[in-house]
């Protein structure tokens, strides 16, 4: 047989095997998901579909949504756009769910043409980049936090409150990455606005060797500040270090993916005075939110003693989407992707436990955070102000 | 068994398709090719795109690699060049696809063109490694000059558009990337057979004595640099429309690398080897995954290993392939061929 | 001495002590190429792998990591030399693009190996060195960087006085200059490629163990085997020396260029970039690079 033939007939076979599935019970949400189960945020990755699964599974048992049952459905994405649109499609095709999860930005936004004319389901993802927070172009989008953008912007307005009487030094140290250049240019104007002088800004590429240039011209700007972004353990680790060694008094600060308590294990006596952003409480803080959350855990699996922010990131996500779910119900609507999109406007401070502040959803996204800085004695991060919510 | 089959013209025997029975498969492979997107579900026929676009630019490597025996690394690079004329054409002069793709095939010609220069004095390994660096200072320009390429974020395209109808569906791209993907097929079969696609075999095989014929070896490596990269460039356009979207990060080395193996297991040097080798290579972890969504009935954490065995199967496969059958699927399929024309006789 | 001195002397250093640890690197490659004129495009890998090594010993078994180096270094001889029992020597004689595909295919076949044993995980070495910097005068090395760096230096020192000096290195210095004289002379070029890989191999494991200790330990780790091409160009293809001098050539110009001319882009860096370019330059200029030896071309 012709080889084009047998193609043919190859891709025939398989596509009449992967038909689209009939459209499954009423009373059976889907919720679909891509993770990066493997790859560069396998670590993110598995604890957010933890996280997510969990809080689907407790909305199950506890009936959260009257007559209604979650059903969740993920595959792994790797951490790879083109893998991610293809895992997208699959599960599109194969559960039609009414709530997808993805990735990272760049799926969101190579999906998003098709999102919004053809998929039309809620969608949110592990990526807490502005460009996706806009309902003018991505209706069907949220962010389950604050942009990085606001992240930043709730440590600049730290920065203004606690100056002294000098104009305040900030350097932004950035990965050339999506994930490190997305909130610097809100950032340098946000900076101007307050006041904030922006000595430099640095440039590595993510996990980068050798820092030794990048720290001498800190060294030559000496900031009072210093902000990572783009970046989750190294080349934080050895910038600390290093300007340590040189003897700077510089201050660091982070945002969401370098706020994980496994950095100050790291860094040891070199973390005391590290602070950042989290969108969220730690998971071993006193709120009934978190404490229903390890609860749970303990039953699930009992000997896992902690659970970093990415699980929480997947937790706060499933708050949202049951959320949603419920006050469509409750408004006696169908539960669609539309309809889900819409009452996202109508949560207004709504009480999650403790999980993160009282959520008001502007411009689809949550955003509120809370400044935390590092015990190094106690290995611990600790609040270090009220709920602040982005503008 | 095939019998009666004799030419008696050079024209007819130097034919694409000659013999009768040929013809019908391909006429009935077209037919087939039409119908299937009415038939096929959404997540095939994306595939189906997606393997189209890819053999169209593993073919312009097979092109540099197998007719001319040059080593590129870089092919993804050629493709992204392609695919962010097009995008900019397209995003920001507003201009339709029959002008951009074309025009991305264009740039990213020119850009072949650079690449190759050096083929005048290095050959073999360090053109190799030419390449390389070729692909990551590309790769540093898409990323670092944010004016033109949009930087890091990429750029986003609206669906290419005929008169008003949007071609917004794989089911509808796939026509255009159907037809731009034959006739750029029968273009390379036809260079093969043509007075370049014979110099490209003579620089390949003995390029001191193709000089000595009289082959001007730059121009010849120089043209198989830039045919290279128009199929590449091209590719990279339909890529645009096909995916709306294009960041830095979608032409890395490892996409480059892809293409190497594609054209090694499908057989350097033969065209719908390529096909066979996009067809096996894209398949191959879709029928990893069946299996590990089937073995995740009985061992849940099968799932995690699914990205990894497609890395270890990857390499395997071109480990083996080299090891085993150096020349690829293509000859795989000779040798059936061949056992079936010669049926019931054996050699 | 003037501020603007001193930054430029740390700069000076720091690129010397990067440089170094590149050097380390590039042998890898060098250390298969002189005997097999092969480019092993998975030595990154194999780096991932003895690092990978090294903390499973230092992990599991709690062993010093004097002895986890050790062990590292002799699990990956045996790793190297399988490597050239199965996979390279059914290709002897093949083509250029064959080798190279199958190192490639090598490279994804441990990469994801790798991460079937170890998961995709950033791991990190217990602490090993002192904590303090090291000071020369004005000038301050981070610990993290110098212990490496005199590992690294150590290593090669070993490895270019072994090439010179032992039996073992002559055969295998013959056998790179002329493979047929070689065989006339009685040396087994069998025993030769195998004992290359082996060496190639434990290199590898050392660098990797060196870059593993700086930067923590993931199966990306392999990606910084082909950031090192431009040392190995630079220096020759075939040239321990080179690599050397090529390694800090190139860790002194990252880092000049790091120190001068990023602080005037906002939002870009030509760190990364910059040993391309040299490396492009040098192939037009000068192929063999500043040590390898010229090929010459016999019809």
Same mark, same amino acid.
């Given at each position: 047989?012709?080889?084009?033939?047998?193609?043919?007939?190859?891709?025939?076979?398989?596509?009449?095997?992967?038909?689209?599935?009939?459209?499954?019970?009423?009373?059976?949400?889907?919720?679909?998901?891509?993770?990066?189960?493997?790859?560069?945020?396998?670590?993110?990755?598995?604890?957010?579909?933890?996280?997510?699964?969990?809080?689907?599974?407790?909305?199950?048992?506890?009936?959260?949504?009257?007559?209604?049952?979650?059903?969740?459905?993920?595959?792994?994405?790797?951490?790879?756009?083109?893998?991610?649109?293809?895992?997208?499609?699959?599960?599109?095709?194969?559960?039609?769910?009414?709530?997808?999860?993805?990735?990272?930005?760049?799926?969101?936004?190579?999906?998003?043409?098709?999102?919004?004319?053809?998929?039309?389901?809620?969608?949110?993802?592990?990526?807490?980049?502005?460009?996706?927070?806009?309902?003018?172009?991505?209706?069907?989008?949220?962010?389950?936090?604050?942009?990085?953008?606001?992240?930043?912007?709730?440590?600049?307005?730290?920065?203004?409150?606690?100056?002294?009487?000098?104009?305040?030094?900030?350097?932004?140290?950035?990965?050339?990455?999506?994930?490190?250049?997305?909130?610097?240019?809100?950032?340098?104007?946000?900076?101007?606005?307050?006041?904030?002088?922006?000595?430099?800004?640095?440039?590595?590429?993510?996990?980068?060797?050798?820092?030794?240039?990048?720290?001498?011209?800190?060294?030559?700007?000496?900031?009072?500040?210093?902000?990572?972004?783009?970046?989750?353990?190294?080349?934080?680790?050895?910038?600390?270090?290093?300007?340590?060694?040189?003897?700077?008094?510089?201050?660091?600060?982070?945002?969401?993916?370098?706020?994980?308590?496994?950095?100050?294990?790291?860094?040891?006596?070199?973390?005391?005075?590290?602070?950042?952003?989290?969108?969220?409480?730690?998971?071993?803080?006193?709120?009934?939110?978190?404490?229903?959350?390890?609860?749970?855990?303990?039953?699930?699996?009992?000997?896992?003693?902690?659970?970093?922010?990415?699980?929480?990131?997947?937790?706060?996500?499933?708050?949202?989407?049951?959320?949603?779910?419920?006050?469509?119900?409750?408004?006696?609507?169908?539960?669609?992707?539309?309809?889900?999109?819409?009452?996202?406007?109508?949560?207004?401070?709504?009480?999650?436990?403790?999980?993160?502040?009282?959520?008001?959803?502007?411009?689809?996204?949550?955003?509120?955070?809370?400044?935390?800085?590092?015990?190094?004695?106690?290995?611990?991060?600790?609040?270090?102000?009220?709920?602040?919510?982005?503008? | 068994?095939?019998?009666?089959?004799?030419?008696?013209?050079?024209?007819?025997?130097?034919?694409?398709?000659?013999?009768?029975?040929?013809?019908?498969?391909?006429?009935?492979?077209?037919?087939?090719?039409?119908?299937?997107?009415?038939?096929?579900?959404?997540?095939?026929?994306?595939?189906?795109?997606?393997?189209?676009?890819?053999?169209?630019?593993?073919?312009?490597?097979?092109?540099?690699?197998?007719?001319?025996?040059?080593?590129?690394?870089?092919?993804?690079?050629?493709?992204?060049?392609?695919?962010?004329?097009?995008?900019?054409?397209?995003?920001? =002069?507003?201009?339709?696809?029959?002008?951009?793709?074309?025009?991305?095939?264009?740039?990213?010609?020119?850009?072949?063109?650079?690449?190759?220069?050096?083929?005048?004095?290095?050959?073999?390994?360090?053109?190799?490694?030419?390449?390389?660096?070729?692909?990551?200072?590309?790769?540093?320009?898409?990323?670092?000059?944010?004016?033109?390429?949009?930087?890091?974020?990429?750029?986003?395209?609206?669906?290419?558009?005929?008169?008003? =109808?949007?071609?917004?569906?794989?089911?509808?791209?796939?026509?255009?990337?159907?037809?731009?993907?034959?006739?750029?097929?029968?273009?390379?079969?036809?260079?093969?057979?043509?007075?370049?696609?014979?110099?490209?075999?003579?620089?390949?095989?003995?390029?001191?004595?193709?000089?000595?014929?009289?082959?001007?070896?730059?121009?010849?490596?120089?043209?198989?640099?830039?045919?290279?990269?128009?199929?590449?460039?091209?590719?990279?356009?339909?890529?645009?429309?096909?995916?709306?979207?294009?960041?830095?990060?979608?032409?890395?080395?490892?996409?480059?690398?892809?293409?190497?193996?594609?054209?090694?297991?499908?057989?350097?040097?033969?065209?719908?080897?390529?096909?066979?080798?996009?067809?096996?290579?894209?398949?191959?972890?879709?029928?990893?995954?069946?299996?590990?969504?089937?073995?995740?009935?009985?061992?849940?954490?099968?799932?995690?290993?699914?990205?990894?065995?497609?890395?270890?199967?990857?390499?395997?496969?071109?480990?083996?392939?080299?090891? =085993?059958?150096?020349?690829?699927?293509?000859?795989?399929?000779?040798?059936?061929?061949? =056992?079936?024309?010669?049926?019931?006789?054996?050699? | 001495?003037?501020?603007?001195?001193?930054?430029?002397?740390?700069?000076?250093?720091?690129?010397?002590?990067?440089?170094?640890?590149?050097?380390?690197?590039?042998?890898?490659?060098?250390?298969?190429?002189?005997?097999?004129?092969?480019?092993?495009?998975?030595?990154?890998?194999?780096?991932?792998?003895?690092?990978?090594?090294?903390?499973?010993?230092?992990?599991?078994?709690?062993?010093?990591?004097?002895?986890?180096?050790?062990?590292?270094?002799?699990?990956?001889?045996?790793?190297?030399?399988?490597?050239?029992?199965?996979?390279?020597?059914?290709?002897?004689?093949?083509?250029?693009?064959?080798?190279?595909?199958?190192?490639?295919?090598?490279?994804?076949?441990?990469?994801?190996?790798?991460?079937?044993?170890?998961?995709?995980?950033?791991?990190?070495?217990?602490?090993?060195?002192?904590?303090?910097?090291?000071?020369?005068?004005?000038?301050?090395?981070?610990?993290?960087?110098?212990?490496?760096?005199?590992?690294?230096?150590?290593?090669?020192?070993?490895?270019?006085?072994?090439?010179?000096?032992?039996?073992?290195?002559?055969?295998?210095?013959?056998?790179?200059?002329?493979?047929?004289?070689?065989?006339?002379?009685?040396?087994?070029?069998?025993?030769?490629?195998?004992?290359?890989?082996?060496?190639?191999?434990?290199?590898?494991?050392?660098?990797?163990?060196?870059?593993?200790?700086?930067?923590?330990?993931?199966?990306?780790?392999?990606?910084?085997?082909?950031?090192?091409?431009?040392?190995?160009?630079?220096?020759?293809?075939?040239?321990?020396?080179?690599?050397?001098?090529?390694?800090?050539?190139?860790?002194?110009?990252?880092?000049?260029?790091?120190?001068?001319?990023?602080?005037?882009?906002?939002?870009?860096?030509?760190?990364?970039?910059?040993?391309?370019?040299?490396?492009?330059?040098?192939?037009?200029?000068?192929?063999?690079?500043?040590?390898?030896?010229?090929?010459?071309?016999?019809?």
């Amino acid at each position: 047989m012709k080889p084009q033939i047998r193609s043919a007939a190859l891709l025939l076979a398989l596509s009449l095997g992967l038909a689209p599935a009939a459209r499954a019970a009423d009373d059976v949400v889907t919720v679909g998901a891509c993770q990066p189960i493997t790859g560069r945020f396998a670590f993110a990755g598995i604890a957010i579909n933890a996280g997510l699964q969990d809080y689907l599974n407790l909305a199950n048992e506890k009936q959260l949504v009257k007559g209604k049952k979650f059903n969740y459905v993920y595959e792994d994405s790797g951490y790879d756009v083109e893998k991610a649109v293809a895992c997208f499609k699959q599960i599109m095709a194969k559960h039609s769910p009414v709530i997808m999860y993805g990735e990272s930005t760049g799926l969101g936004k190579a999906i998003a043409p098709e999102l919004n004319s053809r998929y039309k389901v809620l969608y949110a993802s592990a990526s807490f980049s502005s460009e996706l927070a806009d309902p003018k172009t991505h209706p069907y989008s949220f962010i389950s936090g604050p942009t990085y953008s606001d992240m930043f912007g709730i440590l600049l307005e730290y920065i203004a409150r606690n100056k002294g009487a000098a104009k305040p030094k900030v350097a932004f140290f950035y990965s050339d990455t999506e994930f490190g250049k997305d909130p610097i240019p809100y950032a340098k104007k946000r900076a101007a606005e307050l006041g904030i002088d922006v000595v430099a800004e640095i440039v590595t590429k993510a996990g980068a060797v050798d820092v030794t240039s990048e720290v001498l011209q800190l060294k030559k700007q000496n900031p009072d500040y210093v902000i990572f972004q783009g970046y989750i353990l190294s080349p934080i680790i050895e910038v600390i270090r290093a300007t340590k060694d040189f003897g700077l008094k510089t201050r660091f600060m982070g945002t969401f993916w370098s706020m994980d308590k496994g950095i100050i294990e790291k860094l040891g006596q070199d973390a005391d005075g590290y602070m950042g952003v989290m969108p969220y409480a730690y998971f071993y803080e006193d709120a009934p939110g978190i404490a229903a959350m390890r609860a749970y855990n303990q039953k699930v699996r009992p000997d896992v003693k902690y659970q970093p922010n990415s699980y929480i990131q997947g937790w706060f996500t499933g708050m949202v989407y049951v959320e949603a779910v419920r006050r469509v119900v409750a408004a006696g609507k169908p539960v669609t992707g539309e309809n889900l999109a819409a009452v996202l406007d109508t949560i207004k401070d709504w009480d999650t436990g403790g999980v993160t502040g009282k959520v008001t959803f502007v411009s689809h996204k949550a955003g509120v955070g809370r400044i935390y800085k590092a015990n190094a004695a106690k290995g611990v991060f600790e609040p270090a102000s009220d709920w602040i919510y982005s503008k | 068994m095939l019998i009666g089959n004799y030419k008696e013209t050079y024209a007819s025997d130097e034919a694409l398709f000659r013999t009768p029975a040929t013809r019908a498969w391909m006429g009935a492979a077209a037919v087939a090719a039409i119908l299937f997107p009415f038939v096929a579900g959404d997540y095939v026929l994306y595939l189906a795109n997606l393997m189209a676009v890819l053999a169209l630019s593993a073919v312009g490597l097979n092109i540099l690699v197998g007719f001319t025996g040059q080593i590129s690394l870089g092919h993804a690079a050629f493709m992204g060049v392609g695919a962010y004329a097009t995008a900019i054409l397209a995003s920001r =002069f507003g201009l339709p696809f029959w002008i951009s793709i074309p025009a991305g095939g264009a740039l990213a010609t020119g850009a072949g063109m650079i690449v190759g220069a050096p083929s005048l004095r290095i050959k073999g390994l360090y053109l190799a490694i030419a390449t390389l660096s070729a692909q990551v200072i590309f790769e540093w320009v898409f990323t670092n000059w944010t004016s033109v390429t949009g930087g890091i974020r990429g750029l986003n395209v609206a669906p290419a558009s005929i008169a008003g =109808f949007r071609l917004d569906t794989d089911e509808r791209i796939y026509f255009l990337v159907l037809g731009v993907t034959v006739v750029h097929f029968l273009l390379a079969s036809n260079l093969r057979r043509s007075r370049w696609g014979r110099a490209f075999v003579a620089v390949r095989d003995r390029d001191v004595a193709a000089e000595i014929v009289g082959v001007n070896l730059f121009r010849t490596k120089i043209l198989a640099f830039m045919v290279s990269s128009y199929y590449a460039g091209i590719a990279g356009g339909l890529w645009v429309y096909f995916t709306k979207v294009v960041t830095p990060e979608t032409f890395p080395l490892s996409l480059s690398i892809q293409f190497l193996a594609i054209v090694i297991v499908g057989g350097l040097g033969s065209i719908k080897g390529t096909v066979y080798g996009t067809v096996f290579m894209t398949l191959v972890p879709e029928v990893l995954k069946a299996g590990t969504g089937l073995a995740r009935v009985v061992w849940p954490a099968a799932q995690s290993y699914l990205f990894p065995l497609r890395d270890v199967v990857f390499g395997l496969l071109i480990v083996v392939f080299l090891i =085993f059958e150096p020349h690829g699927l293509a000859e795989v399929w000779n040798r059936v061929k061949r =056992f079936f024309s010669l049926w019931p006789f054996e050699k | 001495m003037s501020e603007g001195l001193v930054h430029l002397l740390q700069l000076l250093v720091s690129g010397v002590v990067t440089g170094g640890i590149y050097a380390l690197v590039a042998m890898g490659f060098v250390v298969v190429y002189k005997a097999t004129r092969v480019i092993n495009f998975a030595t990154g890998e194999f780096m991932m792998l003895g690092a990978f090594f090294a903390w499973t010993a230092m992990g599991a078994v709690q062993a010093p990591f004097v002895v986890a180096l050790l062990a590292a270094v002799a699990a990956s001889a045996l790793l190297g030399m399988a490597t050239e029992r199965l996979v390279l020597r059914p290709l002897l004689g093949q083509r250029t693009i064959s080798v190279i595909m199958v190192t490639i295919g090598l490279a994804a076949i441990f990469k994801g190996l790798a991460q079937i044993a170890w998961s995709g995980d950033y791991r990190s070495y217990p602490s090993i060195f002192p904590r303090a910097p090291i000071e020369l005068g004005p000038i301050l090395l981070p610990s993290r960087q110098f212990y490496p760096f005199l590992i690294a230096v150590a290593a090669i020192a070993l490895v270019g006085l072994g090439f010179r000096f032992t039996r073992t290195g002559v055969a295998m210095r013959a056998t790179a200059d002329d493979q047929m004289a070689a065989f006339g002379m009685g040396i087994d070029i069998r025993r030769i490629f195998s004992l290359s890989w082996s060496l190639a191999a434990m290199t590898a494991a050392v660098a990797g163990i060196v870059v593993g200790i700086i930067g923590g330990i993931s199966p990306q780790l392999g990606a910084i085997g082909l950031r090192t091409f431009p040392v190995v160009i630079l220096g020759g293809l075939d040239s321990i020396g080179g690599a050397l001098v090529g390694g800090v050539i190139i860790g002194v110009l990252e880092n000049l260029a790091g120190g001068y001319v990023d602080p005037l882009l906002d939002g870009a860096s030509l760190k990364e970039v910059v040993p391309f370019v040299v490396l492009v330059l040098t192939l037009m200029v000068r192929p063999y690079g500043l040590f390898g030896t010229r090929e010459v071309e016999r019809l």
